[in-house]
């Protein structure tokens, strides 16, 4: 990079002192916070031009001092786009008659939603062409598909703020008219009852963005008229409606981190009323679905911290009713099934590796199907078929390209429906490997990492690596193969995936070893990962780069203030780095419900843990690796001040010459753009990134 004689902006202090616990914080940059009625406000008022004029001007910082990238960074978008099949579709899924396809045409940012009737032959309909709808806006993302019973009417959903904030429409599919029917200020999905008529659905708070109250709402009439049907008065849970695969149930589940509760109302009955299957207990989890007399419960009942499956009679569904189907394993988590007439399939995880399961009804069949390599992610697909033999699910790897699987449980007999095709004429599979590294924590844990790079590369102290890990939520990161990847791999890079404790690579206890009062396990075994890379000889500090995202951020703010040494570029997308005050108020989204993920500050044990490792409040006199932070305008999930904060206490104390960028997409939200190219343009900034700060320009 040039050496261009421009000042990064520094942040005005405004001082606000903020008091618990008898603990005195002061948080110079607390201005930078504006409310949605700031942001959306015609004329705005000084604040809020204040913090505009602030994250302008980090963006002009970022976009002067990466002039020289920019050649590069789109000649990247075309080389990532010059892989991907521009004119592409799904493999088509049946569902009550009719075979649905996803596709997108070339140049188009967004999909086409079209069906069939009965037959692959039969002429299309097309349900949505997005880029049709999203003319117009900077940011649009359409979803929330519910085709009635009768296939006479599609209810969908609109985010056009990516705020996550949906609106809900019904289409009549025989006229192409769209209802009048706006209901507005939801999740976004919603449920028919079996009169194709009456619709359920989720409504939003409006200020903390909690999934608290279900409606139905009778199709022509007026939303204000909906009816509440079930409201969530606990703040730390959050609702749902779903509906069971046999189609006889309407579900509405709550739940938070160590608790849920399921009612059901059947689905020919949308009038009637809902009735608890177990009431909610603390520590006691549990998902539901339904085949012939039973409710089928996914559960942690009895300690089964890897959960196991039992059944109860649809009239005896209290826990006392269980009876086991499938048996708790300490070293298998059971992960998800899938019911159909003669087959249950089951997914889990053992060792790190995804499984999946057949067994049929009568116990006569039960077997797994085989996967070969060290590194894989298999999961079972969107199966709404019944009354059929066959499963489809997805197969990839870190150098094999996802395919899309038939597999006929009876006569056990694949069938390849789909391979992601690479296109560029440059990639070869076998010019790729991929393995698994064993990381000693330094609390003697074994920590897993998953590795893939070029067999032609030199592998020493000057070789780069890319170091990835989440790392929150019970969440994993499967080893899964992209696109995008291969120009960090074919530019002699090493991508290093960490499966660190607090997710659920190694079963439950791993995420339970990684949250609340043992929440720096996290942080610690991404370190001790780095350690063990630079020492067993893959790389150096020189050559070490980082990236996470939100949760993930979290844990880039942790490690660049515990071990910036270990780095030469941390990449923190969307992160969660004021730890302390989200947590501690209550109108911001999400902080209710995850109380049971890092613990609630109001508590002074959780205050003092989570302000030890908070990156706002640790951000110290130090050097720091070279930085690149990136937020969006709208985050509903991690409120962009977050980012914007960490940014400016990091420019007023560190020390050293490294690169600090901040870049606000001023449009979009957590999941940054909708559409599909101008996702590609932010992982090409991305990389580029990385690739300027190791010379590979």
């Known amino acids: 990079m040039k050496n261009i004689d421009i000042h990064p902006p520094i942040a005005e202090k405004i001082p606000v002192k903020l008091e618990k616990h008898g603990d005195i914080r002061v948080d110079n940059y ?12 015609q004329n705005k008022d000084e604040q809020t031009r204040k913090v505009y004029a602030y994250l302008t001007q980090e963006n002009e910082y970022y976009n002067k001092l990466t002039q020289n990238t920019k050649t590069f960074q789109e000649e990247l978008f075309e080389e990532m786009k010059g892989r991907i099949k521009e004119d592409d579709e ?11 396809i996803t596709r997108f045409q070339k ?24 880029n049709d709808e999203a003319k117009g806006y900077s940011y649009f993302q359409l979803g929330g598909l519910s085709v009635s019973p009768n296939n006479k009417l599609v209810a969908f959903a609109v985010d056009t703020v990516s705020r996550r904030q949906y609106i809900i429409q019904v289409k009549n599919l025989e006229t192409g008219q769209v209802y009048v029917d706006k209901i507005e200020n939801t999740t976004g999905g919603s449920i028919w009852a079996n009169d194709n008529k009456t619709l359920f659905y989720v409504k939003k708070d409006p200020v903390t963005l909690r999934s608290a109250k279900i409606y139905k709402h009778i199709l022509g009439t007026d939303s204000s008229l909906d009816q509440l049907v079930f409201e969530e008065k606990d703040e730390t849970f959050n609702a749902f409606v779903s509906k069971t695969k046999s189609k006889k149930y309407i579900l509405i589940g709550s739940y938070n981190t160590v608790s849920t509760e399921y009612s059901v109302l059947e689905a020919d009955n949308p009038n009637g009323i809902f009735r608890i299957i177990q009431p909610r207990e603390r520590n006691l989890e549990y998902d ?22 039992m059944k109860t009679l649809e009239n005896k569904t209290a826990k006392e009713n269980w009876t086991d189907v499938i048996s708790h394993r300490k070293d298998t988590l059971f992960e998800d099934m899938s019911i159909f007439k003669d087959y249950l399939v089951i997914e889990e995880r053992h060792d790190g590796l995804s499984k999946i399961r057949v067994k049929s009804w009568d116990d006569s069949v039960d077997y797994y199907l ?50 992601q095709e690479v296109l560029g004429g440059t990639f070869d599979k076998n010019n790729y490997t991929s393995k698994r590294v064993w990381a000693t924590a330094r609390d003697g844990k074994k920590i897993p990492i998953s590795l893939v790079y070029r067999k032609d590369i030199e592998i020493n102290k000057n ?12 969440y994993t990161v499967s080893d ?70 939100s949760a993930g951020g979290l844990l880039m703010g942790v490690v660049v203030n515990m071990a910036p040494e270990l780095y030469n570029g941390v ?41 030890s490792y908070s990156p706002y409040d640790q951000v110290k006199e130090q050097d720091y690796p070279n930085m690149l932070v990136t937020t969006g305008l709208h985050d509903s999930q991690v409120q962009y001040w977050e980012p914007a904060k960490w940014v400016a206490k990091l420019r007023a104390l560190k020390t050293g010459n490294t690169k600090l960028f901040l870049h606000t997409d001023m449009e979009t939200g957590h999941g940054g753009a909708s559409g599909r190219f101008d996702t590609l343009k932010e992982t090409a900034r991305d990389y580029t990134f990385i690739l300027d700060t190791e010379g590979k320009l």
């Not at 799904?90 to 649905?100: A, H």
């Not at 033999?389 to 449980?409: A, E, H, K």
């Not at 780069?464 to 939520?473: N, R, T």
């Open 30 to 41: 607390f201005w930078m916070r504006l409310t949605d009625e700031q942001k959306n406000a």
């Open 463 to 474: 070789t780069p690596v890319f170091q990835y890990a989440y790392g929150s939520y019970g």
């Open 288 to 309: 539901v679905d339904h085949y012939g007399d039973y409710f089928y419960i996914k559960t942690n009942k009895d300690n089964a911290i890897n959960f196991k499956l």
């Open 571 to 611: 990449i923190a997308a969307v992160p969660f780095v004021d730890v302390v005050s989200t947590m501690l108020d209550d109108s911001i989204p999400l902080t209710t419900g995850e109380y049971d993920e890092w613990g609630n500050p109001n508590d002074k044990i959780y205050y003092d843990y989570i302000l």
């Open 370 to 419: 085989p996967f070969d390599e060290e590194t894989y992610s298999a999961s079972v697909h969107y199966n709404p078929d019944f009354d059929t033999d066959i499963i489809r699910y997805s197969y990839n790897s870190m150098t094999t390209p996802s395919s899309v699987i038939d597999f006929n449980m009876k006569t056990k007999i694949k069938e390849v429906k789909k391979e």
């Open 107 to 130: 140049g188009d940012q967004y999909p086409i939603y079209a069906r069939k009737k009965e037959s692959l032959t039969a002429d299309e309909e097309i349900l949505f062409n997005v």
């Open 480 to 549: 899964g193969f992209s696109t995008t990847r291969l120009s960090l791999l074919d530019r002699g890079f090493i991508f290093a995936l960490a499966h660190i404790r607090g997710g659920q690579y190694l079963g439950r206890e791993w995420y339970e070893e990684g949250k609340m009062l043992h929440k720096k396990n996290t942080f610690t075994d991404f370190i001790d990962c780095s350690k063990y890379l630079i020492n067993q000889g893959y790389t150096s500090p020189k050559h070490l780069y980082a990236m996470g995202g």
């Open 90 to 100: 799904t493999v088509p899924y049946k569902s009550n008659g009719y075979f649905y």
